[in-house]
T-cell receptor, first 115, second 113 residues
Framework: NAGVTQTPKFQVLKTGQSMTLQCAQD?????MSWYRQDPGMGLRLIHY???????DQGEVPNGYNVSRSTTEDFPLRLLSAAPSQTSVYFC??????????????FGPGTRLTVL | TQLLEQSPQFLSIQEGENLTVYCNSS?????LQWYRQEPGEGPVLLVT?????EVKKLKRLTFQFGDARKDSSLHITAAQPGDTGLYLC?????????????FGKGTHLIIQP
């Protein structure tokens, strides 16, 4: 199993550009989530999904969209990038929706810079 | 969202010393998790504590969940350079985990040879 994969690993955008961060898992996990990690702020939840077709907002959802058309994939879309979205983005998955009692498997991250 | 405060934020000690990292909240959690993250990688789960007063050991690492389930600690005995990393505690955003995790800001630990 590859686990949780994320692409790209690095990305530089100009303000106003759009892009999609890809996340895929091959463990048949129902629960998937996106976090951003900023210095001094820890990891903050952006969006999460408890199964295909079901998504919900986390702590910092503004400026980001998600969809979950399949169990395997959970892309994160930046509609109009802003410098405040410069961060490292992590995708995670787990077997069940009780995130606090189940192992979250994290991808290697995407480092995004918005100029 | 329930908040988790970690202390200390940074810790640099010599190999062989003992240390304790704390994770505190004013709210009750159904469970707390500890993760370790190395540079350029995602966090990796170390342990989940569920029962108030629970103690779990992972080699030289001892994890404790407070009796009131509002706090947790990580104690490392005889720290080694390989223990260097960012340690994160996490709990359910609303106390449980159905709506995702909230993380503490982390403790940057450096073990010097």
């Amino acid at each position: 199993n590859a686990g949780v994969t994320q692409t790209p690993k690095f990305q530089v955008l100009k303000t106003g550009q759009s892009m999609t961060l890809q996340c895929a898992q091959d463990m048949n996990h129902e629960y998937m989530s996106w976090y951003r990690q900023d210095p001094g702020m820890g990891l903050r939840l952006i969006h999460y999904s408890v199964g295909a077709g079901i998504t919900d907002q986390g702590e910092v959802p503004n400026g980001y969209n998600v969809s979950r058309s399949t169990t395997e994939d959970f892309p994160l879309r930046l509609l109009s990038a802003a410098p405040s979205q410069t961060s490292v983005y992590f995708c995670a998955s787990s077997y069940s929706a009780d995130a606090a009692k189940n192992t979250q498997y994290f991808g290697p991250g995407t480092r995004l810079t918005v100029l | 969202t329930q908040l988790l405060e970690q202390s200390p934020q940074f810790l640099s000690i010599q190999e062989g010393e003992n240390l304790t990292v704390y994770c505190n909240s004013s709210s009750v959690f159904s469970s707390l998790q500890w993760y370790r993250q190395e540079p350029g990688e995602g966090p990796v789960l170390l342990v989940t504590v569920v029962t108030g007063g629970e103690v779990k050991k992972l080699k030289r690492l001892t994890f404790q969940f407070g009796d009131a389930r509002k706090d947790s600690s990580l104690h490392i005995t005889a720290a080694q350079p390989g223990d260097t990393g960012l340690y994160l505690c996490a709990g359910g955003r609303s106390g449980g985990g159905a709506d995702g995790l909230t993380f503490g800001k982390g403790t940057h630990l450096i073990i010097q040879p």
